[in-house]
C-alpha cells in the first residue's frame, strides 16, 4: 500500500473538516516558551503546517517569518487563504531539501507520524542540517509503539510512530540536547511534545 498516497489524499479529503476541529488542541503554551526563546523576526519551518490556523496564523501574528509545508495541496490552499504573509509550499516532509543553516525553529504539529517510523531518524538527521546553531526544535511525536490504519475524520490515515522513550533516543541520536519532553493530553488524545535544540 502506498501509505504517502493515502495520507495526501485523506487530508485533501477532509482539510476543512479537521481545520474545524483544530481547537481541541491546545498548543499555545508551548509555542509560547519557544517564542520566548527566539530573536524578533527569526525564520520558522512548520511541517505538516495544514491549514496554517491557528499555529502559523498566531507565529505570523508575533513577528516571525514562516515557511510552512504540508504534502495536501488542499491544505496548503487553505493556509495560503488564511493567511496572506508566509510562505507555503506543497512538499512531502522526506523530502524536503532546504539548504544547511536556514532555520532559526522548526516545529511540526501531529505530522511526523504520518510518515514511515522507519524514516523517522533520517528526517530528523535532515531537520538537524537545516537549522541554524542553537536552533529550536519543537515537535509531536506518538507516545507510543504503534503502527496502523485508522478513521480519521470521515476518511482513512496511516499512522506510524515509536514510543515516547523511542522518540527521545532518535531526537538525541541526531544531535539535539532535549530541554523538555511532555505528553499532552488535549484534545483526548496523548501525544509527546518535545522541546531541543540544536546545540
Known sequence: MDYKKLVKQGY???????LDQRDLFKNQKYLEDLIQRLNPNSKILDIGCGAGVPIDQFLIEKGFKITGVDI????IKLAKQNLSSG????KDMS????????????ISFYAIFHINRKEHQELF???FSILKPNGYLLVTTGSEDWEGIEKFHGVKMFWSHYSADKNLEIIKNS???IISSEIDTSGGERHLIILAQKS
Open 87 to 90: 510562505e507555503f509550499l506543497v
Open 72 to 75: 495536501s495541496p488542499e491544505q
Open 95 to 106: 523530502d524536503i531539501n532546504f539548504p544547511d543553516n536556514s532555520f532559526d525553529a522548526i
Open 12 to 18: 485533501d479529503q477532509c482539510a476543512q473538516n479537521y
Open 175 to 177: 544531535g539535539f540536547k
Open 125 to 127: 538527521n535532515k531537520l
